[in-house]
């Protein structure tokens, strides 16, 4: 698939002939790359709905997508950093977040860049829908102040728990994806700042992940 995953998709069965189709049960097992040590989940059999309008008819279980995430759980794909260098948009320092939350001013009197780093804690649990499927991941975001040596210094790390909605749409001979972030809730694991009310952050870090997630999503 990628350089991070791989994909079994042999046959599972023997192909079904008949007069008007045929029909071909794949794998469908989506694994880290070069690491076919097996799945974790149980395979639910499932049926297509019978058409005759079209000349191939595709469908993906369930099963597929919770492979794919795990795979990539085990790959490390979920995990990311969000900084300047990487982001042209994103130009957030200690001094906007000293500016909402004082103990921060306190910590870091000098403004300094700032770098988040996120990690999913959990494999992504994905469920389908009738017109889509949703994404439930659980995470953690470390704030970090970049330091004039390049050298960083964490400030506070927070969970965060958020839900998705992807559904997927042919347009112009292409298959599309839209995203909606329908919950993003974030509280706060340790800190090195002092306490605060996580509240006082979310507006701020709800545009950063948002603006970082959604664009990359659409039309994939």
């Not at 998709?9 to 079904?16: Q, R, T």
């Not at 979920?78 to 948009?89: K, V």
């Amino acid at each position: 698939v990628d350089d991070l995953v791989e994909v079994d998709y042999s046959l599972s069965s023997l192909p079904a002939v008949f007069q008007p189709f045929i029909d071909l049960d794949l794998k469908g097992t989506v694994f880290p790359a070069g690491n076919y040590s097996g799945s974790p989940y149980m395979v639910a059999p499932f049926t297509v709905t019978d058409h005759s309008d079209s000349m191939l008819y595709l469908a993906f279980s369930e099963y597929f997508f919770q492979t794919s995430s795990f795979a990539y759980y085990t790959a490390g794909a979920f995990n990311t950093t969000i900084a300047e260098e990487t982001c042209s948009y994103f130009n957030i320092s200690t001094e906007i977040f000293g500016s909402i939350i004082p103990e921060v001013a306190k910590y870091s009197v000098t403004p300094y860049p700032v770098m988040l780093t996120l990690m999913a804690t959990e494999i992504p649990v994905i469920s389908l829908e009738q017109d889509s499927f949703t994404v439930e991941i659980q995470g953690s975001m470390e704030v970090l102040a970049v330091l004039p040596d390049s050298t960083t210094q964490s400030l506070f790390t927070m969970n965060v728990a958020a839900n998705s909605s992807i559904s997927l749409n042919i347009f112009d001979q292409k298959l599309m994806g839209s995203l909606c972030l329908n919950r993003l809730q974030f509280s706060l694991a340790h800190s090195n700042v002092g306490f605060f009310e996580i509240s006082l952050l979310e507006n701020i870090l709800s545009y950063v992940l948002q603006t970082e997630v959604i664009p990359s999503a659409n039309g994939k």
